[in-house]
């Protein structure tokens, strides 16, 4: 019964390559999140939408690009794939209030 | 100066220590504060938060805030391995969750 699920957990991919990721919150919340984790553990918010809208769009390169078809997914391409984009990629979800439910991470690792 | 600055450890106490965790802020329009607790390989999940100066207690855990100061602490009495994880301080400004700024987060291993 898993809250906020992300896939894939891993992945390891070639510069240059696009890749996605998807997740699903079952916990009826209206804002979704995607925040990166850099090798250091600092967490950055990069995009939020609330009710398919997004709200939030921080300074991140335009190979990024979310999508949200409804409100309990979000999803997130990455273009062009670079070193740099290593990391764990987490989606969170919360409702109206300042509790952001976090799924467990999707670790990106670009060679 | 970042906006929510926070000593990353990593922190080794005994089992049965009490621990501090600290973080300083610069933005004054910061309204509430929370403490994440982070496992190995896993998300975030809220451990406290709070909206005003003074103590709030839950258990083990007593979060304190200081807004004339700008500083957040984390207090854990008798510390149990089970607390090992890194654990990150978030700042938010009204609108939402969206405005939380997280700290770096301090990595505490309790030994046995």
């Known amino acids: 019964d898993t809250a906020v699920s992300q896939t894939p957990k891993y992945l390891v991919t070639q510069m240059g390559n696009d890749k996605s990721i998807k997740c699903e919150q079952n916990?009826?919340?209206?804002?979704m999140y995607w925040y990166k984790q850099d090798s250091k553990k600092f967490l950055k918010i990069m995009f939020s939408?609330?009710?398919?809208?997004?709200?939030i769009n921080e300074t991140v390169p335009n190979r990024f690009s979310p999508k949200s078809p409804d409100k309990a997914h979000l999803n997130l391409h990455i273009n062009s794939l670079e070193l740099g984009d290593s990391a764990v990629y987490f989606c969170?979800?919360?409702?109206?209030?300042?509790?952001?439910?976090f799924g467990e991470g999707s670790r990106l690792t670009v060679l | 100066q970042k906006e929510v600055e926070q000593d990353p450890g990593p922190l080794s106490v005994p089992e049965g220590a009490i621990v501090s965790l600290n973080c300083t802020y610069s933005?004054?329009?910061?309204?509430?504060f929370m403490w994440y607790r982070q496992y190995s390989r896993k998300g975030p999940e809220l451990l406290m938060y709070?909206?005003?100066?003074g103590n709030k207690e839950d258990g083990r855990f007593t979060a304190q805030v200081d807004k004339s100061s700008k500083y957040i602490s984390l207090f854990i009495r008798d510390s149990q391995p089970s607390d090992s994880a890194t654990y990150l301080c978030?700042?938010?400004?009204?609108?939402?969750?969206?405005?939380?700024?997280f700290g770096k987060g301090t990595k505490l291993t309790v030994n046995p």
């Open positions: 969170a979800s919360s409702l109206g209030t300042r509790e952001l439910f």
């Open positions: 916990l009826g919340h209206d804002t």
């Open positions: 939408y609330n009710n398919k809208e997004l709200i």
């Open positions: 933005n004054s329009a910061f309204q509430y």
């Open positions: 709070t909206y005003s100066s």
């Open positions: 978030a700042e938010g400004r009204p609108g939402g969750s969206e405005k939380l700024v």
